[in-house]
Structure formats: structure tokens, C-alpha cells
Nanobody, 124 residues
């Protein structure tokens, strides 16, 4: 059974940092492209970042570029999202998603497997 489990969320002041983790089981993570998405209350789920199977290619939403970094450790079957210089508008539930397709990109429909999400709250 495939499972993606996010952790590392919490409450942080504006300007602070958090590192989210997405631990995978039931699949060979190195075969999967992984994306991070977020959903704020009353808003649609939006793309944050994605990383290729090897980790050699990354892509970010403009809203987080330069502040967030996605990385992966295939040996540990874990993908990370380092979030620095957090802003109140980053407050959301953050989800990781995985798909074996080479074209999985910025659309949530591109990804077949999803975690349950972790709450990130940034206070002003």
C-alpha cells in the first residue's frame, strides 16, 4: 500500500523557517516525481514546487521562488521542502504528491498519490 506522510508543519512567526518532510512507503520513491502543493482556507489547492525523480530538476511557483527549496533523499525515501522567510500568506495545509510520470508538473491532477497534509501557520 502506497503511503505518503507529511510532517514538520507548525506555527511560526513571519520571517521564520520550517522544513517539511514527505516520507514515502509502498513505492520506490526514486521512480517518482514529487510535488508539494498547498491549500489555504477558502482557496483552491495550488502548486508550490516539484522535483524530478533524480533530483536534478526542480521547479517553483513564483510566489515561493527564492524562499523555498525542494530536495530529496531517495535512499531515505523522503522529500523535503525547506521554507525560509515565511509570510502570513504561506499559511495553508501543505500536501506532498507523487507520480511516476515524467510529465507530472504543476497541476494536481498530474499526481496519483497524495499525503494527508500538514498544517503550516505563519503569524504576523
Amino acid at each position: 500500500q502506497v503511503q505518503l506522510v507529511e510532517s514538520g508543519g507548525g506555527l511560526v512567526q513571519a520571517g521564520g523557517s520550517l522544513r517539511l518532510s514527505c516520507a514515502a512507503s509502498g513505492l520506490t520513491l526514486s521512480f517518482y516525481r514529487v510535488g508539494w502543493f498547498r491549500q489555504a482556507p477558502g482557496k483552491e489547492r495550488e502548486f508550490v514546487a516539484r522535483i524530478s525523480q533524480s533530483g536534478g530538476s526542480t521547479y517553483y511557483a513564483d510566489s515561493v521562488k527564492g524562499r523555498f527549496t525542494i530536495s530529496r533523499d531517495n535512499a531515505k525515501t523522503t522529500v523535503y521542502l525547506q521554507m525560509n522567510s515565511l509570510k502570513p500568506e504561506d499559511t495553508a495545509v501543505y500536501y506532498c504528491a507523487a507520480d511516476p510520470s515524467d510529465i507530472a508538473g504543476t497541476w494536481s491532477r498530474d499526481y496519483g498519490y497524495w499525503g494527508q497534509g500538514t498544517q503550516v501557520t505563519v503569524s504576523s
